[in-house]
C-alpha cells in the first residue's frame, strides 16, 4: 500500500501528517499532527536556533525540559518554546501520543523529517531512530540552521561535524530526501 504524500512513519510505530508545509505557507510555518508510540524515547536535547515551536497535547502524556525546567504535558496542554532555547520532550503515557505541532519560519525541517523517517523505516538507526555516526554527522552538517544538539558545544560540532560530514558524503551519504539507498 502506497502511503500518502502528506504522511510519513517509520518501522518503529511513529507517524507524521504534514497538515501545512513551507510550500503551502510560503516557509512561514511547517504545522503537522505527529503520533509518537507509548514510551517513546527521549532525543538528545537540542535547540533551533531560528525557529519557534508549538506544541498542542492531543493525546498521551508528555515529559519535556524547556531552558533547563522540567513539565509534564498532558491532552490540552499547550507549550511554546521559543528560538535557541534547549528542549527535549518524549511521549511517556501507556497510550499513543499524538501532538498538533507548529514550527514557525518551516525552513526545511519537512526535509529533515522525511530522511530520519525514511532512514528509520529502512532499518538503518537504531532504538532511538539515530542514525550511525557518519549518516548522522552529513544530517547534522546540512540541517544545522534547523536542529543542533546541545553537547557537544557549537564550535566542536561544526569542526567535528563538518568533518565526518565530508568523510560521509565521500562514502555516498546524503542528507537529501529522498536518502541514498
Known amino acids: 500500500m502506497t502511503q500518502p504524500a502528506n504522511e510519513i512513519t517509520n518501522s518503529k510505530g511513529d507517524r507524521i501528517?504534514?497538515?501545512?508545509?513551507?510550500?503551502?505557507?510560503?516557509?512561514?510555518?511547517?504545522?503537522?499532527?505527529?503520533?509518537?508510540?507509548?514510551?517513546?524515547?527521549?532525543?538528545?536535547?537540542?535547540?533551533?536556533?531560528?525557529?519557534?515551536?508549538?506544541?498542542?497535547?492531543?493525546?498521551?502524556?508528555?515529559r519535556a525540559r524547556v531552558g533547563g525546567v522540567e513539565r509534564t504535558y498532558r491532552p490540552g496542554d499547550v507549550f511554546e518554546i521559543p528560538p535557541g532555547v534547549p528542549h527535549w520532550m518524549h511521549n511517556v503515557s501507556d497510550e499513543p501520543g499524538r501532538l498538533l505541532w507548529q514550527i514557525r519560519?518551516?525552513?526545511?525541517?519537512?526535509?529533515?523529517?522525511?530522511?530520519?523517517?525514511?532512514?528509520?523505516?529502512?532499518?538503518?538507526?537504531?532504538?532511538?531512530?539515530?542514525?550511525?555516526?557518519?549518516?548522522?554527522?552529513?544530517?547534522l552538517h546540512a540541517y544545522r540552521g534547523e536542529f543542533l544538539p546541545t553537547s557537544p558545544p557549537a564550535v566542536v560540532q561544526h569542526v567535528l561535524f563538518g568533518t565526518l560530514s565530508l568523510i560521509g558524503r565521500g562514502l555516498g551519504l546524503s542528507a537529501a530526501y529522498p536518502a541514498s539507498k
Do not use: C, W
Open 17 to 62: 501528517v504534514f497538515l501545512r508545509t513551507a510550500a503551502d505557507t510560503n516557509g512561514e510555518l511547517l504545522e503537522l499532527e505527529a503520533h509518537y508510540r507509548p514510551h517513546s524515547p527521549m532525543p538528545p536535547e537540542h535547540l533551533h536556533p531560528r525557529q519557534h515551536e508549538r506544541f498542542e497535547v492531543r493525546g498521551g502524556e508528555y
Open 105 to 139: 519560519p518551516a525552513l526545511r525541517t519537512e526535509n529533515m523529517f522525511r530522511i530520519l523517517f525514511e532512514l528509520a523505516r529502512d532499518g538503518k538507526t537504531n532504538a532511538a531512530g539515530a542514525p550511525g555516526l557518519l549518516q548522522l554527522a552529513v544530517i
